[in-house]
């Protein structure tokens, strides 16, 4: 029997299921490089603080940037916000991405020395928090 250590070194990870049938699923395509990590990092803390700074145009919302993923070859990233405070969460959105193009301009005065080429953003809505929400009323349901 092979080590543990010998596969993680491979980048293969053994699983169970939930019926205790163990498995074999290989890491590759799935995490991110690290470059990728530190780029997506420091996106993930100027937008937060671009997205702060900007609130009164986005009718003031409380936008907080949750997760960052850049492709691999560094030209998206794909930016996931969550929206408070705000009565329409589809037209804040909607502000937001009429005004990426200022969003990456001020995202580049920011991040010249680190990278060659700003990256294209795309800004979708996380809404892991409202999904939450919806499956603890189900469980309430239950009750």
Known sequence: ?????????????IFA???????????????ETKRQEKISRQIHKDMGE?????????NNAMITVTKVH???DLSVARIYVSL????????????IRENIS?????LGNRERHQLRKIPELEVYEDDTLDY???IDELLDDDK
């Open 1 to 13: 029997m092979q080590d543990v250590r010998t596969f993680a070194e491979q980048g293969i990870i």
């Open 17 to 31: 299921s939930l019926d205790n049938k163990y498995g074999l699923a290989t890491t590759r395509g799935v995490m």
């Open 50 to 58: 671009i997205l702060q700074r900007r609130s009164p145009e986005f």
């Open 70 to 72: 850049v492709t691999k």
């Open 84 to 95: 408070f405070a705000t009565k329409d969460k589809q037209a804040t959105l909607q502000l």
């Open 102 to 106: 200022e969003i990456r301009y001020d």
């Open 132 to 134: 939450i929400d919806h």
